[in-house]
């Protein structure tokens, strides 16, 4: 009888073991590498592990909403039908901003008369607006009716009322002539103002306050002759003989109304004084 090699006995008995569900052994009876290596896996899995700690951070609770936010969502929004009209607002902006004209440059020559008037303290007693506080009103043509020509004007504020206390000047009002010190004193100019600051005040009084009318020719070119003396620094002291001789006796106590080619003011029609050089 031939006999069976061994290998092939080995590979029956496997093949055997396997149909019948048994494990197979190797030559020292011990069980498969596969069960042996399953076993410590088993193992593992059956030693008891202790609950971890949870790592993740607590949750931060949310800041409660300011209350700014809060009124921001309850203001009412803009409605609909306002809508086209707001957009609309750049467009008449610019419509608006084309109509607008640079306005002109101030004339020097009512800027600084009006600033000499209230320098020379004559705002303290007539108002800034001619009003009248404890002196006389000189608004609303008032200082025309007492002094119908300026160069009487310019003597009275010039001297002061002092001088002719008790004495009437000016021109027939319909209340009456006004007399010097019936009201109060008002204090001399002659010595705290130049020339030309004179005419400035009482062009200020006159013209501004008083609502002379400045459209005759004679009363441009006196305007313009206070534009030059200004502008170029003239410091000509008050000469009050100049002005007394100038004046009319007729309203102006002391005047002698001689005339003079260098008489101050402006040239009116019918009178003889001329526009000072």
């Not at 009888?1 to 590979?11: A, F």
């Not at 290596?37 to 300011?66: G, R």
């Not at 400035?200 to 002379?212: K, N």
């Amino acid at each position: 009888m031939t006999e069976i090699p061994e290998h092939l006995l080995k590979r029956s008995k496997a093949a055997k073991g396997g149909k019948s569900g048994a494990t197979p052994t190797d030559e020292a009876g011990s069980a498969p590498v596969a069960a042996s290596a399953a076993a410590p896996v088993a193992a593992a899995s059956a030693v008891p592990t202790a609950a971890l700690p949870n790592l993740d951070p607590e949750p931060v609770p949310a800041k409660p909403e300011p209350a700014y936010v809060t009124a921001s969502k309850a203001r009412k929004r803009i409605p609909a039908w306002a809508l086209p009209m707001v957009a609309a607002l750049p467009i008449w902006a610019i419509a608006f901003a084309g109509t607008m004209q640079q306005p002109e440059g101030e004339d020097i020559l009512f800027v600084e008369s009006e600033f000499f008037y209230t320098s020379a303290g004559c705002s303290g007693c007539h108002g800034g607006a001619g009003e009248g506080v404890s002196g006389y009103a000189l608004n609303d043509g008032s200082v025309v009716e007492t002094f119908p020509s300026a160069i009487d004007q310019m003597v009275h504020v010039a001297r002061g009322s002092a001088e002719i206390g008790g004495e009437a000047y000016g021109a027939e009002r319909a209340d009456g002539r006004r007399v010097s010190g019936d009201l109060r004193v008002m204090p001399p100019q002659l010595t705290q103002l130049s020339q030309v600051e004179l005419e400035l005040v009482v062009f200020h009084e006159r013209a501004t306050l008083s609502g002379e009318d400045t459209s005759d020719p004679g009363y441009q070119e006196w305007m313009e002759h206070m534009r030059e003396a200004f502008e170029s620094g003239d410091e000509e002291p008050i000469d009050l003989d100049l002005l007394l001789a100038c004046a009319n006796p007729d309203y102006t106590p002391g005047a002698t109304g001689e005339g003079s080619e260098d008489c101050p003011g402006p040239v009116v029609e019918g009178e003889e004084a001329a526009l000072g050089s």
